[in-house]
């Protein structure tokens, strides 16, 4: 027995626009494409306005259960299902609404094809533009799907919800983990932006040397691909952990030698000081970065894994200290500048061992997600192409073909 297939759009119904501008005193709740956790494919949050505050964009009506597909950059899959505290308000004109016609698909089997790497995969095969790459709602709804009779859908969606569950349970412990080192640095030092345990001050320029970065000539084939790590903010601002040991681009001797680059050592403390200020890492390798940084190497009184925390927790503070039209940027001078709490060295190196640990524990945790989203994105891929059914699907053989000649009556009618 196969399968039908057939575009998304043509199982679900049609969805309508609201101006809440027409209302101007009345409050609605407005769901943006930031508002989407990608991670755990939910609505994390929203906004609830006045009808007079209300954006060009904030458009669509959603119900419960419609499927929210972000059109702007398809395959970071920003994608959510509408919960029952939601139904009737408003959605960003940015997303595609699917809203499932519940009589050939139901919601949840038509979400899970939306997470799916096919699907994913279809959508950004058609994005256009450069600068705001995207599609259209007629993009998202002419991708094909699969289309088992309802009754097999449900069993699909029994089986994923399963799988999804233990995925919801990693991102939450994930969660979590990313709170105890804030946790950890205020119950040993108190808050690292009043010092209330009185712990005595030093500039950063009195017990660190500040080394900025520097970029040999790109032009230069030589001075590249090398076995020098090199560090950009990018490197930062898709790392996973707080220590950094690969880089995206390296260098050579020559290419460190043109540009008067200097070598950190093992543990520099690498801070960005531009696009963006504030991402900060531990080097577990010498490196060189480029010129948006300030790294930081401890000289006296102070432990590499203390100066990385007290910075990871004053990312607002090192932001507010950026100068410039163009783009804000902190200097060199400024970074010296700056005071920080000291505690004695014997409780830093406490602190350090602490870290140490939760950031094996971190490690582990990733393993972990990585094998659950593995595991995940395979039993997608059996849903989706009848293997994962294929035993119930022979046990109900005669209900599934009568269900299928009524699913083609329906699709007919629709």
């Not at 699907?119 to 799907?145: M, Q």
Request: net charge positive; with cysteine; glycine share 6%.
């Amino acid at each position: 027995m196969e399968w039908r297939v057939t575009p998304i759009g043509a199982v679900c119904k049609p969805t309508e626009l609201r101006d809440p501008r027409n209302r101007p005193d009345a409050e609605f709740q407005y769901v943006d494409i930031s508002g989407v956790d990608r991670v755990q494919k939910r609505i994390a949050s929203y906004e609830t306005l006045r009808g007079a505050e209300a954006p060009s964009r904030a458009r669509k009506v959603v119900h419960e259960d419609d499927i929210l597909v972000a059109t702007v950059r398809p395959n970071l899959n920003a994608v959510a299902m509408v919960p029952h505290d939601l139904h009737g308000e408003i959605a960003s004109t940015g997303f595609c609404i699917l809203r499932a016609n519940r009589v050939v698909a139901d919601p949840r089997y038509l979400f899970y094809q939306t997470v799916s790497t096919a699907f994913v995969a279809t959508l950004t095969s058609k994005v256009r533009g450069a600068n705001y790459p995207a599609v259209s709602d007629g993009d998202v709804k002419a991708v094909e799907i699969p289309l088992p009779p309802l009754s097999e859908q449900h069993r699909i969606v029994e089986i994923l919800d399963q799988a999804d569950c233990l995925r919801r349970l990693r991102a939450e412990a994930d969660a979590k983990a990313g709170r105890i080192l804030p946790a950890l640095f205020i119950k040993m030092f108190g808050d690292p932006a009043t010092n209330p345990m009185g712990w005595p001050e030093r500039k950063i320029g009195h017990v660190c040397q500040v080394i900025s970065g520097a970029t040999p000539k790109t032009n230069r084939p030589e001075f590249w691909g090398g076995g020098i790590p090199w560090a950009t903010p990018k490197d930062l601002s898709s790392l996973h952990d707080w220590v950094i040991t690969t880089t995206e681009r390296t260098i050579t001797k020559e290419g460190l030698a043109s540009c008067s680059a200097t070598m950190m050592p093992k543990e520099a403390v690498l801070l960005s000081s531009r696009a963006p200020i504030g991402l900060v890492a531990l080097a577990s390798v010498p490196m060189c970065t480029n010129q948006g940084f300030k790294s930081l190497v401890c000289l006296r009184n102070v432990d590499p894994w203390y100066l990385f925390a007290w910075c990871k927790l004053r990312v607002a503070f090192l932001q507010s200290l950026g100068r410039g039209a163009t783009f804000k940027e902190v200097s060199k001078g400024i970074v010296e500048e700056i005071r920080i709490p000291l505690p004695a060295v014997p409780e830093q190196q406490a602190f350090r061992r602490r870290l140490e640990q939760i950031r094996l524990t971190r490690r582990n945790g990733r393993r972990t997600r990585c094998k659950v989203t593995r595991l995940f994105d395979h039993l997608l891929a059996l849903a989706f192409s009848g293997v994962l059914t294929a035993a119930w699907r022979e046990a109900h053989m005669k209900e599934l073909l009568q269900e299928m000649e009524q699913q083609a009556k329906a699709l007919a009618e629709v």
